[in-house]
């Protein structure tokens, strides 16, 4: 039986470093890229549509002149429908990022995918990002399930 590998959405203006992050993630991770130009309003939709485990967002979008957002953006916008989904803002710019964004700690340098005695590191803390929230997300369904099994609720 072979274990799925956890969905993770890339997106990214940078065609050439898209190839990089899919080529870099691709054995340990399944890569669905996101190409720009997207309707921010759409990201959500998107993550859901495409059944995404993660997301990781290049903080600088706008350089291409195709959007009008950045990454702290996209954050924004996935956390208006989930504040916990797992999300990793990828940049080369991280004391801009560092200024811009309220969750510093989804903050990586895109040297971590970049290089080798790195990019491990970076694996493992993507996989437990996404399997602490999954397990969350497991013990609040289950709590749910429990209180909807109680007598005297509606």
Known sequence: MTESKYKIGYLDEDEMFMAIV????????????IEVP???EQIWTEVQNRGLDA???DFQLYESGEVSFDGNDVVKAISAHNKHFP???L???ESKALDELDN????????????PEELPIFIKM???LISSYKSKLADCQNT???LQNKDGLS
Do not use: A, P
């Open 126 to 128: 993507l996989t437990s």
């Open 38 to 40: 997207i309707d921010l």
């Open 55 to 57: 997301l990781i967002v």
């Open 91 to 93: 940049t080369s710019h």
């Open 22 to 33: 899919r080529s870099k993630l691709s054995s340990d991770f399944d890569i669905s890229l």
């Open 87 to 89: 999300m990793i803002v």
């Open 104 to 115: 510093v700690l989804i903050i990586k340098g895109k040297n971590q995918v970049n290089n």
């Open 144 to 146: 749910v399930l429990k």
